[in-house]
T-cell receptor, first 112, second 111 residues
Framework: EAQVTQNPRYLITVTGKKLTVTCSQN?????MSWYRQDPGLGLRQIYY???????DKGDVPEGYKVSRKEKRNFPLILESPSPNQTSLYFC???????????FGPGTRLTVL | QQQVKQSPQSLIVQKGGISIINCAYE??????FPWYQQFPGKGPALLIA?????SEKKEGRFTISFNKSAKQFSLHIMDSQPGDSATYFC??????????FGTGTKLQVIP
């Protein structure tokens, strides 16, 4: 089944404790992206990657890091999480030359 | 800076009625306007999309109306059903670049 997977789905952590949210897609998509969803703000892009080793900032990159060492994986790293990063996070992927994005199921993160 | 403005924030419609959600954009370089549907606990999924060379696109009960001169587009859900209850996001993008989303509309269809 073609899909985007994220792990973990739920995470409660404390301020300053480094964490990684994994994202993997099995559709051989070149483009991958991370979004955060907050009430009243919609989906805002954090980082995106156009291919292996090619990443760029989205609209809200502060406090986040990403890497793209393999085509299928695009982890999101929070090196020192803060409470304002409490949010619902989505990973998405798409083929180069296509506008249709496929989203993962989301990761709900709470930073205490 | 909100480049895609979406309204209303929430909408309650009776079963069988028409649901209408509106979006307005600023960047004239946008050339692809999708609508995503999101059910609770799920990621958004593409519902329907339009390019600015047409004024309307229909897929089943879902229609996008597009007004290029006004820089507005809207989603119409005909014969709304309780199963349509979800959050809807409009979005815009240009040249396969990053996507800008609206703030979302929570639709509730009551029996």
């Amino acid at each position: 089944e073609a899909q985007v997977t994220q792990n973990p789905r739920y995470l409660i952590t404390v301020t300053g404790k480094k964490l990684t949210v994994t994202c993997s897609q099995n559709m051989n998509h070149e483009y991958m992206s991370w979004y955060r969803q907050d009430p009243g703000l919609g989906l805002r892009q954090i980082y995106y990657s156009m291919n292996v080793e090619v990443t760029d900032k989205g609209d809200v990159p502060e406090g986040y890091k990403v890497s793209r060492k393999e085509k299928r994986n695009f982890p999101l790293i929070l090196e020192s999480p803060s409470p304002n990063q409490t949010s619902l996070y989505f990973c998405a992927s798409r083929l180069a030359g296509s506008n249709e994005q496929f989203f993962g199921p989301g990761t709900r993160l709470t930073v205490l | 800076q909100q480049q895609v403005k979406q309204s209303p924030q929430s909408l309650i419609v009776q079963k069988g009625g028409i649901s209408i959600i509106n979006c307005a954009y600023e960047n004239t370089a946008f050339d692809y306007f999708p609508w995503y549907q999101q059910f609770p606990g799920k990621g958004p999924a593409l519902l329907i999309a339009i390019r600015p060379d047409v004024s309307e696109k229909k897929e089943g009960r879902f229609t996008i109306s597009f007004n290029k001169s006004a820089k507005q587009f809207s989603l119409h859900i005909m014969d709304s059903q309780p199963g349509d209850s979800a959050t809807y996001f409009c979005a815009a993008t240009g040249g396969y670049q990053k996507v800008t989303f609206g703030t979302g509309t929570k639709l509730q269809v009551i029996p």
